[in-house]
């Protein structure tokens, strides 16, 4: 893998999800990003105003995570915390599925939840990242989930919360590749935490990775 410090930034969302970041938190991981010039900024939908605004002029995303960490809420509630966070100036959002129905066999209601979130996003322009949550999945329902994600008319398929038990694999990231095609999005995220490991995901075939340790990360990489 032969990518610059440059080219691996911009397959990077910077990433602040915890409950108690702070105002200055999440200020700081806007300077970051911009020093690094990576591809987006991802937090929880209450701070999406502030992203938006430190980020205004740059090419750089706001991403807001939706019906976050669970994926258990209602998809009118999904659906409607979509439509608030874009209004507010997301450009992209990473929602989680309803990971009982998929694992209960109810993929009707599993590909509904993914496209009305779908709706809401591409209403206001705004891409969809759909996290299926790996480490609670079967290999035969990864494949399940990833075939939904493209039903539901997402743009993205994301491995993990980085909250469950834990974060992205190769082996994840290879099968969803593979399920998903070559043209599909396919973000790694979780416990990624150096270059190697980074530039592993990549080669396994993802496009986009989220990872909260950027900085160190991309310190690894040449110029």
């Known amino acids: 893998m032969n990518l610059n410090r440059a080219q ?33 900024v991802c937090v929880n939908g ?57 694992k209960a066999g109810n993929d009707d209601a599993v590909r509904a939840d993914i496209a009305a979130v779908a709706e809401a ?23 399940r989930a990833s075939r939904l994600t493209v039903e539901g008319g997402a743009d993205f398929v994301k491995t993990s919360t980085g909250f469950s038990t834990h974060g992205a694999t190769v082996e994840d990231v290879r099968l969803m590749r593979e399920t998903v095609g070559p043209d599909f999005g396919v973000k790694a995220a979780g416990g990624i935490h150096s270059a190697e490991e980074a530039f592993a995901m990549i080669e396994a075939g993802a496009n986009r990775l989220g990872v909260s340790a950027s900085v160190a990360i991309l310190s690894e990489v040449a110029e």
């Open 46 to 102: 209450y701070w999406v105003p502030r992203v938006a605004a430190n980020l205004a002029g740059t090419d750089i995303a706001t991403c807001a995570v939706i019906g976050f960490p669970l994926g258990a809420m209602s998809t009118a509630a999904k659906a409607a915390e979509t439509a608030d966070v874009v209004a507010a100036g997301a450009t992209e959002v990473d929602m989680v599925i309803n990971i009982g129905a998929l």
């Open 121 to 143: 996003a591409h209403a206001g322009g705004a891409l969809l990242k759909v996290i299926i949550e790996c480490c609670l999945l079967t290999d035969e329902e990864k494949v």
């Open 8 to 40: 691996l930034a911009k397959y990077m969302d910077h990433t602040l999800l915890k409950a108690d970041a702070t105002a200055k938190q999440i200020d700081r991981i806007c300077q970051e990003a911009k020093d690094l010039n990576t591809a987006s």
